[in-house]
């Protein structure tokens, strides 16, 4: 069946979009925790509105934010891979950044945004939604609230926290 839209292919794909979000919360949560920080709930809302972003991203296959104005108040994560992407490995890779995260001097960059996404203290909420490609490819958003990355003076001193030794 080639449109992902079709109300028929939904039921069967729901076991595995709950699977997927599980898998995606639970590594966040994991490494949250490394960093002394309150871990995440799935939230519904979240997860229909990631969805639907998602979808949109796989039709166009262009990987791009959404505009601020419709995600509200809610931080974003995007990811693309060539096939179908478990939660936990787009969790990593998103995660992997902290290697280009300067404690001393903490802030946004455009290379650790999505690790500080992650690990933002004061987020409490997600959604997370994955969508294929016709060409098999996937692309998978993440929505946060409240959103992180506020780059206020202090923000990020309070908000991203080093890892516990």
């Not at 995600?71 to 902290?98: F, H, M």
């Not at 692309?139 to 780059?151: C, D, I, K, M, S």
Request: charged share 20%.
């Amino acid at each position: 069946m080639q449109k992902s839209c079709c109300w028929l292919s939904r039921p069967r794909n729901l076991l595995s979009s709950k699977q997927f979000h599980n898998e995606v919360l639970k590594a966040h949560n994991e490494y949250r925790q490394q960093h002394g920080v309150p871990p995440l709930k799935l939230c519904k809302k979240l997860n229909q509105e990631a969805q639907q972003y998602s979808e949109a991203l796989a039709s166009t296959r262009i990987l791009k934010h959404s505009p601020e104005s419709s995600r509200g108040q809610c931080g974003e994560n995007l990811a693309w891979a060539s096939y179908d992407q478990t939660g936990k490995e787009v969790a990593d890779r998103w995660y992997s950044e902290i290697k280009n995260y300067n404690f001393q001097q903490p802030g946004f960059t455009s290379g650790t945004g999505h690790f500080t996404a992650m690990v933002w203290k004061n987020t409490k909420k997600m959604g997370v939604g994955k969508a294929s490609a016709s060409d098999g490819s996937s692309f998978v958003v993440a929505r946060y609230f409240p959103a992180g990355n506020v780059v206020n003076q202090g923000f990020f001193e309070e908000n991203v926290l080093p890892p516990k030794k």
